[in-house]
């Protein structure tokens, strides 16, 4: 008991009536937009988590970050 053809093409008749072609094809573009967006974040955070193994992997494993202000001349 499941929905038939014929039941489909009348429930988009109706939607096509209450909403229109126009703002139908704005919502499909804008949720293929939002899909497109998120798989492109979902692949670059797995590249950082590839880069953030690739620096744990070499040898030591340790990364140190600093900021560099100002160096003295006398001392080297």
């Not at 929905?3 to 229109?20: E, K, P, Y």
């Not at 919502?27 to 955070?45: C, N, P, Q, T, Y």
Request: net charge neutral; aromatic share 4%.
């Amino acid at each position: 008991m499941g929905i038939s053809i014929w039941q489909l093409l009348i429930i988009l008749a109706i939607v096509l009536v209450l909403f229109g072609a126009k703002r139908l094809r704005n919502v499909g573009s804008d949720l293929g937009g939002a899909i497109k967006g998120f798989k492109r974040a979902m692949h670059e955070g797995e590249d950082e988590a590839a880069d953030d193994e690739k620096l744990d992997s070499k040898e030591g494993g340790r990364v140190i970050e600093g900021e560099v202000s100002k160096r003295d001349k006398h001392k080297v």
